[in-house]
Protein backbone atom coordinates (compact mmCIF):
# COMPACT_ATOMS: atom_id res chain seq x y z
CA UNK A 1 0.00 0.00 0.00
CA UNK A 2 1.45 3.45 -0.96
CA UNK A 3 2.02 6.16 1.16
CA UNK A 4 3.42 9.29 -0.05
CA UNK A 5 3.86 12.36 2.52
CA UNK A 6 3.67 15.62 1.36
CA UNK A 7 5.34 18.48 3.12
CA UNK A 8 5.27 22.63 2.37
CA UNK A 9 6.63 25.22 4.14
CA UNK A 10 4.66 28.13 3.85
CA UNK A 11 6.13 31.48 4.65
CA UNK A 12 4.14 34.92 5.15
CA UNK A 13 0.44 35.45 4.65
CA UNK A 14 0.49 35.74 0.90
CA UNK A 15 1.63 32.62 0.25
CA UNK A 16 -0.48 30.58 3.05
CA UNK A 17 -3.56 31.80 1.30
CA UNK A 18 -5.04 28.85 -0.58
CA UNK A 19 -8.23 27.78 -2.41
CA UNK A 20 -10.55 24.74 -1.03
CA UNK A 21 -11.23 22.26 -4.09
CA UNK A 22 -14.89 22.00 -2.43
CA UNK A 23 -16.38 25.15 -2.50
CA UNK A 24 -13.52 27.48 -4.54
CA UNK A 25 -13.39 29.47 -1.22
CA UNK A 26 -10.63 31.18 0.66
CA UNK A 27 -8.72 29.81 3.32
CA UNK A 28 -6.04 31.60 5.57
CA UNK A 29 -3.61 28.93 6.45
CA UNK A 30 -1.18 31.04 8.41
CA UNK A 31 -1.63 31.61 12.43
CA UNK A 32 -1.66 35.17 11.73
CA UNK A 33 2.12 35.76 12.73
CA UNK A 34 3.78 35.58 9.26
CA UNK A 35 6.18 33.00 11.00
CA UNK A 36 6.97 30.09 8.79
CA UNK A 37 4.42 26.55 9.42
CA UNK A 38 5.36 23.54 8.28
CA UNK A 39 1.77 21.85 6.65
CA UNK A 40 1.85 17.91 6.27
CA UNK A 41 -0.15 15.66 4.67
CA UNK A 42 -0.20 12.24 3.85
CA UNK A 43 -1.87 10.42 0.78
CA UNK A 44 -2.86 6.85 1.13
CA UNK A 45 -4.06 4.83 -1.56
CA UNK A 46 -5.49 0.95 -1.08
CA UNK A 47 -6.46 -1.72 -3.06
CA UNK A 48 -9.21 -3.59 -1.63
CA UNK A 49 -10.25 -6.04 -4.85
CA UNK A 50 -12.90 -7.28 -3.67
CA UNK A 51 -13.62 -10.34 -1.36
CA UNK A 52 -12.24 -14.06 -2.23
CA UNK A 53 -14.78 -16.62 -2.89
CA UNK A 54 -13.61 -19.62 -2.33
CA UNK A 55 -16.21 -21.73 -4.60
CA UNK A 56 -15.46 -19.66 -7.45
CA UNK A 57 -11.62 -18.98 -7.16
CA UNK A 58 -10.81 -22.92 -5.96
CA UNK A 59 -7.81 -21.47 -3.86
CA UNK A 60 -6.00 -23.95 -1.86
CA UNK A 61 -3.28 -24.04 0.49
CA UNK A 62 -1.56 -20.71 1.60
CA UNK A 63 -4.18 -19.24 -1.23
CA UNK A 64 -6.73 -20.07 0.98
CA UNK A 65 -5.41 -18.97 3.90
CA UNK A 66 -4.38 -15.70 2.07
CA UNK A 67 -7.79 -15.41 1.17
CA UNK A 68 -9.59 -16.32 4.66
CA UNK A 69 -6.97 -13.05 6.26
CA UNK A 70 -8.44 -11.06 3.27
CA UNK A 71 -12.05 -11.57 3.75
CA UNK A 72 -11.35 -10.95 7.63
CA UNK A 73 -9.92 -7.65 6.91
CA UNK A 74 -12.92 -6.22 4.62
CA UNK A 75 -15.54 -7.66 7.34
CA UNK A 76 -14.08 -5.38 9.75
CA UNK A 77 -13.63 -2.66 7.10
CA UNK A 78 -17.64 -3.13 6.68
CA UNK A 79 -18.08 -2.91 10.23
CA UNK A 80 -16.44 -0.05 10.91
CA UNK A 81 -18.18 1.47 7.93
CA UNK A 82 -21.54 0.49 9.43
CA UNK A 83 -20.73 2.24 12.69
CA UNK A 84 -19.62 5.54 11.23
CA UNK A 85 -22.73 5.46 8.94
CA UNK A 86 -25.01 4.64 11.76
CA UNK A 87 -22.97 7.59 14.11
CA UNK A 88 -22.00 4.84 16.74
CA UNK A 89 -20.31 5.90 19.91
CA UNK A 90 -17.65 2.99 18.98
CA UNK A 91 -16.22 2.29 16.16
CA UNK A 92 -14.10 -1.15 16.05
CA UNK A 93 -10.67 0.39 14.31
CA UNK A 94 -8.34 -1.88 16.39
CA UNK A 95 -10.03 -5.36 14.97
CA UNK A 96 -7.66 -5.62 11.77
CA UNK A 97 -4.70 -3.93 10.15
CA UNK A 98 -6.48 -3.12 7.03
CA UNK A 99 -9.01 -0.30 9.28
CA UNK A 100 -5.84 0.31 11.85
CA UNK A 101 -3.89 1.93 8.53
CA UNK A 102 -7.24 3.97 7.45
CA UNK A 103 -7.68 5.27 11.02
CA UNK A 104 -7.11 8.70 9.75
CA UNK A 105 -9.89 8.32 7.31
CA UNK A 106 -12.25 7.32 10.08
CA UNK A 107 -11.87 9.85 12.56
CA UNK A 108 -12.38 13.23 10.97
CA UNK A 109 -8.89 14.93 10.10
CA UNK A 110 -8.79 13.23 6.50
CA UNK A 111 -10.41 14.05 3.14
CA UNK A 112 -11.74 10.81 1.85
CA UNK A 113 -12.56 9.14 -1.67
CA UNK A 114 -13.81 6.16 -2.31
CA UNK A 115 -13.73 4.46 -5.88
CA UNK A 116 -16.15 1.28 -5.91
CA UNK A 117 -15.75 -0.68 -9.76
CA UNK A 118 -18.30 -2.93 -10.96
CA UNK A 119 -18.30 -5.73 -13.84
CA UNK A 120 -21.45 -6.25 -15.97
CA UNK A 121 -21.48 -9.77 -15.90
CA UNK A 122 -23.72 -11.90 -14.27
CA UNK A 123 -21.67 -14.39 -12.75
CA UNK A 124 -20.55 -11.63 -10.75
CA UNK A 125 -23.68 -10.45 -9.59
CA UNK A 126 -23.92 -11.13 -5.63
CA UNK A 127 -20.26 -9.48 -5.66
CA UNK A 128 -21.30 -6.17 -7.69
CA UNK A 129 -24.93 -5.94 -5.17
CA UNK A 130 -22.58 -5.96 -1.98
CA UNK A 131 -19.96 -3.65 -3.60
CA UNK A 132 -23.27 -1.50 -4.31
CA UNK A 133 -24.48 -1.46 -0.80
CA UNK A 134 -20.91 -0.83 0.48
CA UNK A 135 -20.66 2.03 -1.82
CA UNK A 136 -24.45 3.23 -0.46
CA UNK A 137 -23.27 2.62 3.06
CA UNK A 138 -20.20 4.55 2.85
CA UNK A 139 -21.69 7.78 0.97
CA UNK A 140 -23.83 8.26 4.47
CA UNK A 141 -20.42 8.87 6.46
CA UNK A 142 -20.13 12.70 7.06
CA UNK A 143 -16.21 13.46 7.67
CA UNK A 144 -15.82 17.03 8.87
CA UNK A 145 -12.15 17.58 7.82
CA UNK A 146 -9.96 19.38 10.64
CA UNK A 147 -6.74 21.28 10.07
CA UNK A 148 -4.70 19.86 13.06
CA UNK A 149 -2.29 23.20 14.29
CA UNK A 150 0.99 22.42 15.89
Given at each position: MPKVYVQRSAKGKEENEGIAPQNNTRV???SGTGAPKN???KFLIVDLAGSERIDKSGSEGHMLEEAKFINLSLTS???CINALAENSPHIPIRDSKLTRLL???FGGSARTS???TIGPSTRHYTE???TIMFGQRA???VNMVKLKRN
Open positions: DLSLKSLGKRDSLIITTSMKI
